[in-house]
T-cell receptor, first 119, second 115 residues
Framework: AQTVTQSQPEMSVQEAETVTLSCTYD???????LFWYKQPPSRQMILVIR????KQQNATENRFSVNFQKAAKSFSLKISDSQLGDAAMYFC?????WGSGAGSYQLTFGKGTKLSVIP | EPEVTQTPSHQVTQMGQEVILRCVPI?????FYWYRQILGQKVEFLVS????????KSEIFDDQFSVERPDGSNFTLKIRSTKLEDSAMYFC?????????????FGSGTQLSVL
């Protein structure tokens, strides 16, 4: 079974600065998808960015980018020019790309990192 | 952007009682999901649902749980006889085609407290 680990329960960043949230995962699969979801105080989880494991190029979405290191099984999220609205819980998640066995279809989440943005 | 809506936002129940958590997925989505998060723990998959059938379920989703799409718009999770350990935030989600790289659209959750 796959596992996702987020080793930083809480992080803080000054407004306009850059912060990196860490995520590592364990899998024996070669093809999979990785996601970062944001959960603001409204509780609704929103997709921030996704990465396909077969793509070497790191995904970017505006101020959000990832550092995907497949060999190291690491998938960190970088937030540039942090804004007050970025304050939220951030979840890293894994999903298998193939297979029909038990657990292959579900999203597997980490425990989350709570990000605070200091004005 | 369209939203997944969940009701109620909070539910308190006595141990042993039945509860039904309700969700309205996005209208043209085909795949529906329930996840839950016990306080301080990971978000965990419960079940996925497609074409009026369960497509996958986790070990958590035992005989006490059931899902239904009774009227083509609502998607419900029923817990038959609640236990203290069922206390958690329950999230409903939907996705358009169920492709593995698709984003899931989550609702705001129902906080279930079992006393």
């Amino acid at each position: 079974a796959q596992t996702v680990t987020q080793s930083q329960p809480e992080m803080s960043v000054q407004e306009a600065e850059t912060v990196t949230l860490s995520c590592t995962y364990d899998t024996s699969e070669s093809d999979y998808y990785l996601f970062w979801y944001k959960q603001p105080p409204s509780r609704q989880m929103i997709l921030v960015i996704r990465q396909e494991a077969y793509k070497q190029q790191n995904a970017t979405e505006n101020r959000f980018s990832v550092n995907f290191q497949k060999a190291a099984k690491s998938f960190s999220l970088k937030i540039s020019d942090s804004q007050l609205g970025d304050a939220a819980m951030y979840f890293c998640a894994y999903r298998s790309a193939w297979g029909s066995g038990a657990g292959s279809y579900q999203l597997t989440f980490g425990k989350g990192t709570k990000l605070s943005v200091i004005p | 952007e369209p939203e997944v809506t969940q009701t109620p936002s909070h539910q308190v129940t006595q141990m042993g009682q039945e509860v039904i958590l309700r969700c309205v997925p996005i209208s043209n989505h085909l795949y529906f999901y329930w996840y839950r998060q016990i306080l301080g723990q990971k978000v965990e998959f419960l079940v996925s649902f497609y074409n009026n059938e369960i497509s996958e379920k986790s070990e958590i989703f035992d005989d006490q749980f059931s899902v239904e799409r009774p009227d083509g718009s609502n998607f419900t999770l029923k817990i038959r006889s609640t236990k203290l350990e069922d206390s958690a935030m329950y999230f409903c989600a939907s996705s358009p085609q169920g492709a593995r790289n698709e984003k899931l659209f989550f609702g705001s959750g129902t906080q279930l407290s079992v006393l």
